[in-house]
């Protein structure tokens, strides 16, 4: 447990930190160029949820992210996964739910930065990034677990028919 509340304070870090120096740097222009045609950097003040949907709405999303990072945390802290993968992916959405939900508390919007163009795709931050690849990890997790399981009950099979004859 004591590795989860590191990786989900080194989260929050690395995200506080990108967000305070795009607000520092970068809001005010209209984007930074890192590779042209494949990545900016963009100041976009986020007043919605994923991706700036329903924008009106920021108590729901603090309800809901709140519910769900303490519902996280405790099932974390009183299951305990075996699985690493579903350990670190939990505390990755974990520290991106923490990390977003400080700047709606302290900015009244989540400050984004990361421009992708060659996907078109929505300015996102470093929480959102490890929201995702900690969603990833978690359904990788359970694949694997699943498949586990089954090999797990077709060798049990496997073997009680050979045990009839």
């Not at 009106?56 to 303490?70: E, H, L, P, Q, T």
């Not at 405790?74 to 923490?98: D, E, N, Q, T, Y």
């Amino acid at each position: 447990m004591i590795l989860s509340v590191i990786i989900i304070l080194a989260v929050v870090l690395l995200d506080q930190l990108t967000k305070y120096f795009s607000v520092l740097c970068l809001s005010g222009i209209p984007t930074f160029t890192v590779i042209e045609n494949v990545l900016n950097f963009t100041y976009v003040e986020n007043r919605g949820a994923a991706f700036g949907m329903l924008a009106d709405n920021r108590a729901v999303f603090m309800i809901i992210s709140s519910v769900g990072i303490v519902a996280l945390f405790v099932w974390l802290a009183i299951s305990k996964p075996k699985s690493a993968w579903m350990r670190v992916g939990i505390s990755f959405v974990i520290g991106g739910g923490i990390g977003n939900m400080i700047d709606r508390i302290g900015r009244g919007f989540v400050v984004d930065m990361i421009d992708c163009r060659f996907i078109d795709f929505y300015v996102f931050n470093v929480a959102d990034s490890f929201v995702c690849i900690g969603c990833g990890m978690i359904i990788l997790a359970l694949i694997v677990e699943m498949i586990a399981e089954q090999k797990q009950k077709n060798k049990e099979k496997t073997v009680g028919e050979n045990n009839d004859d």
